[in-house]
């Protein structure tokens, strides 16, 4: 198991809150990264709860990450509307320039690979969103230089 004391402070900030489970695993994923299965165990321990228990809420939000993330995080609209304009042909593409499956993160830790539900600017579509940027009617040919920009 690593050596992971640092997050004792967070643990002892809560301690005396009912329900401190979330907000625990929130904050320290803010503080690493993501929860590494022995990040879990370390919490599990110092928390006194199963270890199952933990993994169980670690994996239910979809917000908390088990793996690295990327610099950049792209998300790809797969609305109906953006669907129906080719947002598949452009994760394809997203997948084939980074080389990496949906929910992966390439492996220069550049960008990590998502799918997002409709973004609100469906008249736009196909969008895609890179952090906070939005791109809208992006076609395939121009996915490789929207990458070149970070
Ligand atoms: S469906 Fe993609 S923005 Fe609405």
Redesign the pocket.
């Known amino acids: 198991m690593g050596n992971f004391s640092g997050l004792d402070r967070i643990i002892e900030k809560y301690s005396d809150q009912p329900g401190k489970l979330i907000p625990v695993l929130h904050e320290v994923q803010e503080e690493i990264g993501y929860l590494s299965l022995a990040v879990q165990q370390y919490l599990a321990e110092r928390l006194k709860l199963p270890l199952s228990k933990i993994y169980g809420v670690v994996s239910f939000y979809s917000f908390f990450n088990t793996e690295p993330r990327g610099q950049h995080i792209i998300g790809v609209?797969?609305?109906?509307?953006?669907?129906v304009?080719g947002?598949g042909k452009i994760l394809e593409k997203l997948k084939s320039e980074l080389a990496i499956e949906m929910g992966q993160t390439s492996a220069d830790q550049r960008f990590t690979l998502t799918i997002?539900?409709?973004?609100?600017?469906?008249?736009?579509?196909?969008?895609l969103m890179i952090d906070d940027q939005l791109y809208g009617t992006v076609r395939t040919t121009e996915v490789a230089g929207i990458l070149n920009r970070y």
């Open positions: 609209c797969m609305g109906t509307a953006c669907y304009k947002a997002t539900r409709c973004l609100g600017t469906c008249s736009m579509a196909p969008v």
